[in-house]
């Protein structure tokens, strides 16, 4: 793997113009993964000791933050991140925080899921970022409230050791920890800002929910579909097609760049589990000048199985749902939506379940990750 960089230190002060013109960032190796912290999915941040400056809820907001350098009110500056007050000793003889003195924020993830890499975002908190992060992780059934969290019996794991951090930057930890995960306690040593939050990972779905739904959407992120490869990310990530809910806006959803030969761009799925597939929608709500033309849909059963067209070639309108009921179910692993020449979709829908070696498979895999 790639070493990723550290930032550490102040930033130089705003001097204007662009605020972004002197941020520090690096290309992850895990950020090809789904956001396991999107407010999408369901993630919110449910808790936090103390949030005087700027409330936790912004760590989750999807965009990147802002910074107004007018932006004032009666406790200070207000910053679009979660920011705390500064911390103080215990006496005039020692007016400085101690060792162990921190802030925490409790965030339930939007989907129980194995954490490959996190990023805590200190974008404009250039002086009053904190000096140093830790992240800790559990896996909690339910809907644990925070003092449900906080007691003594929940076992809270290290991703993230204590480590120093840099103001204005993108830090990035690529985590290695093989097990499944509902909950995190993002730490701040001692205190200061932290701007955004991002946890990227894969979804691992509760087996028994999957069972009880019956029939379901067998590719969504939130039911552990996930995106292996896609022909063109120019505007916007595949996984877009794939979250929750009908997009919102055309940047919800997945466009290529313009093609000027004569191919087609398409998006490579593998499934939450084996699964029988009866049903297809492919909606390109919001893409309206930029809607692909035609679609089609292909699966494969197991990593070498050969493609079956599906859905064959079929023609799109802008702005629509479409809906295909499958002649027969097909069996797979693994499908393909490919879209002709260009352009967009906004999701694809697989409605199935889950075959009985799909099934076992999903609950042996949930056992071996502690869920």
Request: glycine fraction near 10%; charged fraction near 25%.
């Amino acid at each position: 793997m790639t070493a990723i960089p550290r930032f550490t230190g102040d930033a130089s002060p705003y001097a204007g113009g662009d605020p972004y013109a002197d941020y520090r960032t690096a290309e992850f190796p895990f950020a090809h993964h789904a956001d396991l912290a999107d407010r999408t999915l369901g993630a919110g941040v449910i808790a936090a000791n103390d949030e005087f400056f700027a409330q936790r809820e912004n760590l989750l907001v999807p965009e990147r933050a802002e910074f107004d350098p007018e932006h004032f009110g009666h406790k200070g500056k207000i910053m679009d991140g979660w920011e705390t007050r500064r911390r103080r000793g215990a006496s005039a003889e020692h007016p400085w925080p101690t060792a162990d003195d921190h802030d925490w924020a409790l965030v339930r993830l939007g989907a129980p899921g194995i954490v490959r890499g996190i990023v805590v975002d200190t974008a404009h908190f250039r002086g009053n970022y904190p000096a140093a992060v830790s992240v800790e992780a559990t896996s909690v059934p339910g809907s644990p409230s925070p003092e449900d969290l906080l007691s003594g019996d929940v076992k809270w794991t290290p991703l993230v050791p204590r480590t120093a951090v840099g103001g204005h930057a993108a830090n990035g930890f690529a985590v290695d920890v093989e097990q499944v995960f509902t909950h995190l306690r993002v730490n701040q040593h001692p205190d200061g800002g932290i701007a955004r939050l991002r946890v990227y990972g894969e979804v691992v779905p509760d087996p028994r929910w999957l069972a009880a739904l019956g029939t379901f959407d067998v590719v969504a992120l939130e039911n552990g579909g996930q995106v292996e490869d896609a022909s063109n990310l120019f505007y916007s990530p595949a996984t877009n097609t794939i979250q929750p809910g009908r997009s919102r806006a055309m940047h919800e959803c997945w466009e290529t760049r313009r093609r000027r030969d004569q191919g087609h761009d398409w998006i490579r799925y593998r499934l939450s589990a084996q699964s029988e597939i009866r049903a297809i929608e492919i909606d390109t709500a919001y893409l309206k000048g930029n809607a692909a033309g035609w679609a089609s849909v292909s699966v494969r059963d197991g990593e070498d199985g050969d493609w079956t067209e599906v859905l064959p070639r079929t023609r799109l309108q802008p702005d629509t749902n479409h809906r295909f009921v499958l002649d027969a179910p097909v069996v797979g692993t693994h499908a393909r939506v490919d879209i002709f020449p260009d352009g967009g979709i906004s999701r694809l829908r697989l409605f199935g379940s889950p075959t009985e070696d799909g099934a076992a498979r999903l609950r042996a895999r949930r056992r071996e990750l502690g869920g």
